[in-house]
Nanobody, 116 residues
């Protein structure tokens, strides 16, 4: 059974940091590229960051460049999103996704709220 389980969300003040984790099981993690997406209330889901299967290539949305870092540990079947200098606009549910060709799997999401 394929599972992607996100954790690490919560309430943080503006300027603070959080690290999200997504643990995968039920598929060959090291063959899949991984992405983090987010969806804020009333908005469409958007791609935040992506990382290739080996970790050699990464990409970021312009809105998070320089603040967020995506990484992965294929020995632990885990992808991370380090989020620094958080802003109120970063408030959203964050989802991890595994993708390989036309196959993709989604996690259930973790809430991140940035507020004073």
């Amino acid at each position: 059974q394929v599972r992607l389980v996100e954790s690490g969300g919560g309430l943080v003040q503006p300027g603070g940091s959080l690290r999200l984790s997504c643990v995968a099981s039920g598929f060959t993690f090291g063959r899949f590229a991984m992405q983090w997406h987010r969806q804020a209330p009333g908005k469409e889901r958007e791609l935040v960051a992506g990382i290739s299967s080996t970790g050699s290539n990464r990409k970021y949305a312009d809105s998070v460049k320089g603040r967020f870092t995506i990484s992965r540990d294929n020995t632990k079947n885990t992808v991370y999103l380090q989020m620094n200098s958080l802003e109120a606009e970063d408030t959203a549910v964050y989802y991890c996704m595994a993708i390989m060709l036309d196959v993709n799997y989604w996690g259930q999401g973790t809430q991140v709220t940035v507020s004073s």
